[in-house]
């Protein structure tokens, strides 16, 4: 089983970035999906993720309205889209899946992405 995202840079308050998420191994249509961050010297949080029947979504407050996950089965890929984009976003961002998550916890969690970069600069 693998991730392998893709997306990640340098932009300003304000702005947009898209995170891809692509994977391997397995069919992602029967995981649910996730992405993660985490900043410098905290946690790792979960921002947004959906379970493997579309039926539970959970967004944290702090992206909501924000930030939308999506996905594309056909390709294997899923997608976060990042919109009005705060410095506070600047993490490490991280896509997830597992086979029986029921919520968007770290530990519920066992197939990880690499990580990849955002930064927002104010």
């Known amino acids: 089983l693998r991730l392998v995202e893709s997306g990640g840079g340098l932009v300003q308050a304000g702005g947009s970035l898209r995170l891809s998420c692509t994977a391997s191994?397995?069919?992602?249509?029967?995981?649910?999906i996730g992405w993660f961050r985490q900043a410098p010297g905290k946690e790792r949080e979960g921002v947004v993720c959906?379970?493997?029947?579309?039926?539970?979504?959970y967004y944290a407050d702090s992206v909501k309205g924000r930030f939308t996950i999506s996905r594309d089965n056909a390709k294997s890929t899923f997608y976060l889209q990042m919109n009005s984009l705060k410095p506070e976003d600047t993490a490490t961002y991280y896509c997830a899946a597992d086979r029986w998550a029921s919520s968007c916890r770290r530990h519920d969690f066992d197939t990880w992405g690499q990580g990849t970069q955002v930064t927002v600069s104010s």
């Open positions: 191994g397995f069919t992602l249509g029967d995981y649910a």
């Open positions: 959906i379970s493997s029947t579309l039926r539970d979504t």
